[in-house]
């Protein structure tokens, strides 16, 4: 299984509503990550999780909250989001440091399309 | 300019046609790594060449890293319709840590049947 799935694949929320996005990979990888796409533009790192534990959070507004309850699950909360937070949202994992070759390699989900009213 | 620049931002050729884009970075890496996004989808990792390396093939994919230069450039031989998509090169700096990827501006590029 090289599967990341996502959930919701679309979600609409207004700027007073908290939801959750969702994240999960059953390939055994120890690193998880969160990255924003905006039309037209690269991926850019929002956080990432090591073993479980926050290891990069890139300066990411609190409105944006991160979970990793598990070595499988990822999750995104998004509390009083702004219309300018609409965007793709992906997440992606990958081998930890001490696995042989390829641990680099990300492996991403479908992602979840955000719409912010 | 942001790490991880590519040119040209859009590339429109036949099918069978070759298909070479560009990718200039501004740190020292450890790797770099092309990716291929079909519009709007997740992104799906092509090849990846460490800092020692000069060449890499996979496929129909020649992969070049100069890292003199700081660039490297991805040939698509033989185009076919299907390999219409975005494509990225994303690197990890050396200091920083294999997970802190950076991604490229991007190439599109349309293969026209």
């Known amino acids: 299984d090289t599967e990341v799935t996502q959930t919701p694949k679309h979600l609409v929320m207004g700027m007073t509503n908290k939801k959750s996005l969702k994240c999960e990979q059953h390939m055994g990888h120890r690193a998880m990550y969160w990255y924003k796409q905006k039309a037209k533009k690269p991926p850019e790192l929002m956080f990432v999780?090591?073993?479980?534990?926050?290891?990069i959070n890139e300066s990411v507004p609190s409105r944006f909250s991160p979970e990793c309850p598990n070595s499988s699950l990822l999750n995104l909360h998004l509390h009083a989001l702004q219309p300018e937070d609409s965007a793709l949202y992906l997440c992606?994992?990958?081998?930890?440091?001490?696995?042989?070759?390829?641990?680099?390699?990300?492996?991403f989900g479908p992602g979840t399309r955000l719409l912010v009213l | 300019s942001q790490q991880g620049e590519e040119d040209p931002q859009a590339l429109s050729i036949q099918e069978g046609e070759n298909a070479t884009m560009n990718c200039s970075y501004k740190t020292s890496i450890n790797n770099l790594q092309w990716y291929r996004q079909n519009s709007g989808r997740g992104l799906v990792h092509l090849i990846l060449?460490?800092?020692?390396?000069r060449e890499k093939h996979s496929g129909r994919l020649r992969v070049t890293l100069d890292t003199s230069k700081k660039s490297s450039s991805l040939l698509i031989t033989a185009s076919r319709a299907a390999d219409t998509a975005s494509y990225f090169c994303?690197?990890?700096?050396?200091?920083?840590?294999?997970?802190?990827?950076?991604f490229g501006t991007g190439t599109k590029l349309q293969v026209i049947p």
């Open positions: 994303a690197t990890a700096p050396r200091s920083g840590g294999y997970q802190k990827v950076t």
């Open positions: 999780y090591s073993y479980e534990k926050l290891s």
């Open positions: 992606a994992s990958s081998q930890d440091r001490r696995a042989p070759a390829r641990q680099e390699t990300q492996y």
């Open positions: 060449i460490r800092s020692n390396e």
